[in-house]
Structures are given as structure tokens and as C-alpha cells.
């Protein structure tokens, strides 16, 4: 145990940066049991070690362990959560939980056993948690996603800036904007952010590109394999899949034309796109009164965030989709967002939203929110699609 504490005393001073994102404040403290859900380089290590260093700075009984420390490999996690509660261990950080056999169980046996233990644990964006039948009713999930266009802007420049509803911002833009422009100018980051800002590791990372395309090959052939049981030799296809979904311009979703593309069955296809909806590389939208689990099939898709798209397309990124990528990354964490044929997007089953190049916007009814990719500000229903990026 004493050389657990030592590691995690070390990794709190071998911090080079430390970014506090706006899910600290969200947390209920008060909760025994709490998840931090995330899919690979949005931070979730760095989340934990940031949870402890804020609460509990000088508290030994605090303690960060990655679960595949061989120590709880060898004794189990429950024998382990029992060591460090007896030992006066209030609060316990545990990562990767979900590597761990029976992670749901054995934590559920600790919930029950020690009524004075918070658990805070990590677990990939593709486990299920909520349904999860140990842990249903007694467990506070948060999913912590990439920075928003908002926190790069924070760090780039060291500035705050607050968070807005898509409501706030389809009602009061004008006056935001203005707010902003007194701090900064937006567009002078846009760029960059589309290209590396939503993952915090390009603080420190050299190569950001090789860092997305190794993330996105382990949860091809690791993560999503591990939780769907998929056997190896249909690896490549999810590869495939990827890529041919990527590249496409229109967005809609043709489950027999990717059929033929990789090779697979429909039903495949579909299951295939679900898992990697799960693990955060896709974007599945569906008609209003459908959602994830609705049985059918989605009407659009869009990989999941800009950074991930150049990742994938290189050269051949379609701006148009890459602002769709964009706009759909930052409104998806806070806002309910359905495929609609009148415009783009149904947001929140309320604004229908269309987002297009500077000027370039098929005209549309005067109920629909348009949102420009490089314009500084906007006019009434026409809004500068960075502002998107300050909704978390």
C-alpha cells in the first residue's frame, strides 16, 4: 500500500499542466459510488488525479490506483478495496475499472459493505453503466467529453469564458458575441481547434496526428473487440467501415451501400456502427421519437469530432462535413439532436438548424437557425457557428 501512495504522490508532482474542466463542478460529492465515462485521450486519468488534488490535497486517506496494478490483479479488487478501508481510507480513485473481471460486481459488494467509502472510478464511453444491473440505482455516472471550442480558448489564452445554453445562444448571440470579442478573437483559433483542440493531450503531445490514429486503432482493435466479442479476423472491416463512412459527403446513412463497400451483412453494418457510436468515433443521428436503442436503423452519421475526421480523411476532408463534425460535438454533450429533412438538425426538439459555409446557405425558412462557419457575428437567425463551442 505505501507503494501505492508513493505513485500516486508522484504523479500529482510530476504534473506539467493541469486543465480543471467544467464536469468538476457537476459532480455530486455527496454520491458513494461515481463514473467518469469517456472514450480514449479525452482525460480521464487526468480528471482523477485533478478530483483528488482539488478535494482532498492534504487527505492520506485519498487514493488514486489504476486498476491494472498487478497488486489488485493478485488479491481482487474487493480484498483490495477492504485493505485500504481499514487502513482509514475514505475516498478511492480508481481507472479503467471496466479491465478489471467482474469490475460491476465486486464494486457493488463494496458499495454495500463499507457505507463510509466514496469510490470515484473511470470506465470507457463503451461500458454500459446505468443499465448495468449491480450498479443501477446506486451509482452517479458523467460522461467527461473533449474540451469544448470554449475550454481551448481557455487555455490558449488564459482567459475565462462561461457556458451557454443553445437556447441562450439562439436567443441572446448577438449580445454573447460581443462579450466575447472583448476577450478574444475566435476565428484566430478555429482553425487549430478543428485540427488537434478537442483532445487536451496536444499540450504535450509532439505528434498529435500519429497520437489520434494509434487512439483510434486501439479502440478498433482493442476496446470495441473486448466489450462486442468480435472476432479477430472482422477487425478490418470495422477499419473499413470507418474510412468509407468518413469519406462520404452526404452524411445519410445507405446500410446497403456500405454493405457492398466492406463486405458484411446489413445487420453487421448496423451492429458495427452501434459500437462505434458507443465508443465515440461515430455520430448517429435518428428521426425525432427514435434514439439509440430504437431497433432501427439511423438516418445520418458523422464521425464524432473535427480532430477525428482530419485524423481519418487527411487530405480529403469535406469542409461542409467537418463543420457539421464540429457543430455536432459541442451541442451533443448538453442537447438532445435528431436528423431532420427541413433543415440539418432538430435540436432539443425545438430548433431546427442549418450549418453551412460563410454565405453559402441555401435560403431557408425564417423558423430555421443558421450557422456560418467564418463569420465573427451574427444577425437574427444567422449565428457564427464557433459560438456552438461554448455550450460546455
Not at 476577450?183 to 504535450?204: K, S
Amino acid at each position: 500500500m505505501d507503494n501505492l501512495i508513493k505513485t500516486y504522490t508522484t504523479l500529482l508532482k510530476e504534473r506539467t499542466f493541469s486543465i480543471r474542466r467544467g464536469l468538476m463542478d457537476e459532480i455530486n460529492r455527496d454520491s458513494r459510488l461515481i463514473a467518469v465515462k469517456g472514450s480514449r485521450g479525452v482525460g480521464k486519468t487526468n480528471f482523477l488525479l485533478d478530483y483528488g488534488k482539488e478535494f482532498y490535497p492534504d487527505e492520506k486517506s485519498c487514493l488514486y490506483v489504476n486498476i491494472n496494478n498487478l497488486f489488485i490483479v493478485n488479491d481482487g479488487l474487493f480484498h483490495f478495496v477492504e485493505y485500504f478501508y481499514k487502513l482509514g481510507g475514505k475516498v478511492l480513485l480508481l481507472d479503467q475499472v471496466h479491465k478489471y473481471p467482474d469490475w460491476d460486481k465486486e464494486l457493488r459488494a463494496c458499495y454495500d459493505t463499507f457505507p463510509d467509502l466514496q469510490i470515484v472510478f473511470t470506465a470507457s464511453s463503451i461500458v454500459r453503466i446505468k443499465s448495468n444491473p449491480y450498479l443501477n440505482g446506486v451509482v452517479d455516472m458523467y460522461n467527461l467529453n473533449g474540451l469544448s471550442f470554449r475550454e481551448f480558448l481557455e487555455l490558449e489564452t488564459g482567459k475565462e469564458f462561461p457556458v451557454y445554453s443553445f437556447r441562450d445562444i439562439v436567443e441572446n448571440h448577438e449580445q454573447i458575441v460581443e462579450n466575447i470579442l472583448r476577450q478574444v478573437r475566435p476565428l484566430a483559433y478555429f482553425h487549430n481547434y478543428l485540427e488537434y483542440g478537442y483532445y487536451p493531450i496536444y499540450l504535450e503531445q509532439k505528434s498529435h496526428m500519429d497520437y489520434l490514429l494509434k487512439n483510434i486503432n486501439l479502440t478498433l482493435e482493442f476496446d470495441i473487440p473486448y466489450i462486442n466479442q468480435i472476432e479477430l479476423n472482422n477487425l478490418v472491416k470495422l477499419k473499413q467501415l470507418l474510412y468509407v463512412a468518413a469519406v462520404d459527403k452526404s452524411g445519410s446513412v445507405n446500410v446497403s451501400k456500405l454493405s457492398a463497400a466492406i463486405g458484411v451483412s446489413r445487420a453487421t453494418v448496423v451492429n458495427y456502427l452501434t459500437y462505434m457510436k458507443n465508443a465515440r468515433l461515430l455520430t448517429l443521428l435518428y428521426e425525432e421519437g427514435n434514439d439509440d436503442d430504437c431497433g432501427k436503423k439511423p438516418k445520418q452519421l458523422y464521425v464524432h469530432n473535427p480532430n477525428l475526421l482530419n485524423a481519418v480523411c487527411l487530405d480529403k476532408v469535406n469542409p461542409v462535413i467537418l463543420n457539421k463534425s464540429f457543430f455536432l460535438s459541442q451541442v451533443c454533450p448538453m442537447s438532445q439532436i435528431n436528423y431532420i429533412g427541413q433543415a440539418d438538425f432538430l435540436v432539443d426538439k425545438i430548433y431546427r438548424v442549418a450549418v453551412c459555409p460563410e454565405g453559402k446557405c441555401k435560403k431557408q425558412d425564417e423558423s430555421v437557425i443558421v450557422m456560418e462557419d467564418m463569420i465573427e457575428r451574427g444577425k437574427g437567425c444567422v449565428i457564427p457557428l464557433w459560438l456552438a463551442g461554448f455550450t460546455y
